[in-house]
């Protein structure tokens, strides 16, 4: 599904009105309308108390629509203003008037003696509505919007967001105080920020009306953005044919692993062998070999080390033997940070003359010399987490959240890889200017190795045939998926990187399964 910035939204409304010739104010009424009718789905024959928060802009005239439509219902309104008559849109001071003829209390809340009243309002109320800022929000929320938005948010009362929850940034997800609803109808596109984090905690169930624009008014734009959901990740699917055989399904290498974090290694090679790598090998130090049993499926490459447990010179050539064997390398995982290490790891990525995953320590090596990434002449995908991020992007790991999706995409074009910024909401990112936000997982992959099981995956499904961005917005799909399918029975608490990945082939399964039912009408009970 497309996702889009507030100025997407805006270029789309604008030519609704200059194109189509679609008044503002019969967005407006729609807009009010889904609102409502959101509302009354949630209520059934209940009806109840509400109070609509609302700005004096057009995000507070969706409000006010809303209130049109809730109130000739049946519904006991108040629409509380924050801001004053003479502040109000075109658009607004009709609803404004509307309501004010039908008998709906319209309250100003720019002097004290009214925000009593609201925060009465507030104790009572059954539902309040928080139509107060909208896409157009930036920065930090002005003193009486914080007051008002702190009292709603301490009722028990259902809350419903139009558009956006007030306080949360529609491009970034930063969030300022914002309001905590347990709804969001959003309009015209779904908004980044409402899948970014921290915005998508306050966004609550989120509701798409497309006020029945065509996708023709959509912009031409240098960046695309999309969510990951069921459907983009069911259109990726390669079903397997019945007469295909290991050799067609790629060998994956994966270059990991040390005596102290062997498990990183396995881990890895567990997510490629579950992803349906026809044949994967694990090129690890010697002496880390002797601190784990490992899947006898995996076929272990035993590098010199020297009794060190370390990745080093003594090894290499062997290295590059397996190399030229495989279709596809990941390195990273548990290799630690030694020097000797990193040495080495610098001089491997410019010389793999296959597509690679770089991940952890492989991207640690390169922090301060990312130039050698562009040294590299094959495709590329990059795993960072968003500590590694910020190494190799030299900011805080506080700067990097605060903006995921532009740090994604401008790491993507000036290293020409694909970048896949691990997190909450992973965001994909192309150097072609596509941008993609993760829909699946859960708390319970906030724990050590689950990073190494995605590894694995993207470089297997690389040497299955999928493209790179395919095997990377496939694979985050899938990843997050397993965790959730898990969280269903276990909760979050305590999920383990092997688990989940023991669910890879049965989410990969569900959905091809399903888009072949949807896409072909294939139901004949075969295991695809």
């Known amino acids: 599904m497309r996702i889009g910035s507030r100025q997407t939204v805006r270029s789309i409304e604008d030519k609704a009105m200059e194109v189509l010739k679609i008044p503002s104010l019969l ?21 109840g108390v509400i109070v ?29 203003l924050a801001g004053e008559e003479k502040s109000l849109s075109d658009n607004g001071k009709l609803y404004f008037h509307i309501l004010k003829k039908s008998g709906v209390p319209v309250i100003s809340i720019v002097r004290g003696a009214a925000f009593s009243i609201l925060e009465d309002n507030l104790r009572k109320t059954d539902i309040v509505v928080d139509a107060l800022a909208g896409i157009g929000l930036r920065g930090s929320l002005q003193p009486l919007l914080k007051k008002i938005i702190f009292c709603a948010n301490e009722t028990d009362a259902l809350k419903v967001a139009v558009d956006i929850p007030t306080g949360v940034n529609a491009n970034t997800g930063e969030a300022d105080n914002a309001f905590e609803s347990d709804v969001t109808v959003t309009f015209i596109l779904p908004k980044a920020g409402l899948y970014l984090y921290p915005g998508a905690s306050f966004a609550g169930n989120i509701v798409l009306d497309t006020l029945s624009l065509p996708k023709g008014l959509m912009p031409k734009e ?27 399904h790629g060998k994956t290498l994966i270059i990991a692993g040390s005596k102290t974090m062997p498990g990183a290694a396995l881990i890895a090679a567990l997510g490629a062998l579950r992803a349906g790598s026809g044949l994967v090998k694990l090129a ?36 590059f033997k397996e190399i030229s064997e495989s279709d596809t390398v990941a390195i990273g995982p548990g290799l630690t940070q030694h020097s000797e290490v990193k040495d080495l790891i610098k001089k491997l990525i410019i010389s793999i003359d296959r597509p690679m995953v770089i991940d952890a320590d492989g991207l640690n090596a390169l922090a301060g010399e990312t130039s050698k990434l562009n040294e590299i002449d094959y495709p590329k995908v990059l795993t960072p987490h968003p500590g590694e991020m910020a190494r190799l992007c030299e900011v805080s790991t506080a700067e990097i959240q605060s903006d995921r ?25 192309s150097p ?3 941008v993609f936000i993760n829909t699946t997982g859960n708390p319970g992959m906030a724990a050590g190795g689950f990073g190494d099981v995605l590894t694995g995956m993207i470089a297997g499904l690389i040497g299955q045939g999928y493209k790179e961005e395919e095997a990377a917005v ?18 979050t608490m305590g999920l383990t990187p092997s688990e989940t990945a023991e669910m890879i082939p049965h989410v990969l399964h569900n959905l091809a399964r399903d888009f072949l039912k949807q896409e072909k009408g294939l139901d004949n009970g075969k295991v695809y």
């Open 222 to 248: 240098e960046v695309d953005m999309f969510l990951i959901d069921s459907r983009v990740a069911e259109e990726l699917i390669m079903p397997r044919r019945e007469n295909s055989h290991k050799g067609q």
């Open 27 to 47: 967005m407006m009424d729609q807009a009010g309308k889904r609102v409502a009718c959101e509302i009354e789905k949630r209520t059934g024959p209940f009806k």
């Open 432 to 434: 072609g200017g596509r």
């Open 474 to 491: 496939l694979s985050v799909y899938v990843h997050g998926k397993t965790a959730d399918e898990l969280a269903r029975t276990k909760g």
């Open 284 to 319: 690890m130090p010697k002496t880390a070999w002797m601190c784990v049993s490992y899947f006898p499926e995996v076929i272990p490459v035993f590098l010199e080390d020297e009794g060190s447990g370390l990745l080093n010179d003594s090894g290499a050539e062997e290295i």
């Open 52 to 80: 609509v928060l609302a700005g004096t802009g057009n995000n507070g005239g969706d409000g006010m629509a809303a209130a049109r439509h809730l109130h000739a219902n049946g519904y006991d309104v108040s629409v509380f």
């Open 405 to 429: 999706t532009s740090y994604a995409l401008k790491a993507a074009e000036k290293w020409q890889a694909v970048v896949v910024l691990k997190g909450a909401g992973t965001v994909v990112a």
